[in-house]
């Protein structure tokens, strides 16, 4: 590519359709390469310094040098979608994105981050049997999260975050009415702080996604309830 440029983009792996972050943790601690993709989302400098002009304006400018230049797989450029913002975070949603980034077109280019420049993450939520907890002095400082798949009960990860310190010794008290001496898990895994419980109560849970492990990422506790009901 002749000249200097300086491209603003980000790598990622793409996996069943949508990029994951786990995946991409995974990828870059083995040292490999093979599934990174560079998304190409704007030109910042091409011999001279692009940042004070529109963001449309730098928009084109990068798709004209990548075509020029006959850039190709694995730098992808990042398409500008116009639209109701409303209905194409909703659609992210059903996708199970990470979330959506709004630009404004007519916008010169800042490193931080502004009203200009808005990232909005989509938050999912469900409902996980408690299969363990981890005791504080006067409640509990995490819980131990399955899912019911067919006839096995598999590990979902665990919560520690989202209750108050009068929310924490309800759940004790509730947890402590269904102590077993063993886990439940189908296939059991090894926490020596925990103590396991039948998995009668659910936890509400919000979390961010889940990881290449099947685990939840960046939970958070909303509520319990017994037998799924509150």
Known sequence: MPGQTIIDGEVVVVHEGRTNFSELQAELAAGRQDRLVFYAFDLLWRDGDL?????????????????????????????????????????????????????????????????????????????????????DPSGVAALYLGKQEGKELRYMGKVGTGWSHTVSSQIRKQLDTVVSPKSKLTRPVRKPKATWVEPKFFADVEYRDITSEGLLRASSFKGLFRDDKS
């Open 51 to 135: 940042r004070r002009r529109p963001q449309i304006e730098r928009k084109q400018l990068l798709l004209d040098l990548l075509g020029e230049n006959d850039i190709e797989f694995p730098v992808l450029f990042s398409e500008r979608l116009v639209g109701d913002g409303q209905k194409m975070f909703e659609h992210a949603v059903k996708l199970n994105w990470e979330g959506i980034i709004s630009k404004r077109a007519n916008a010169p280019y800042r490193s931080e981050r502004t009203e200009n420049w808005l990232k909005i993450k989509t938050i999912q939520r469900g409902k996980f049997p408690v299969v363990g907890f981890v005791k």
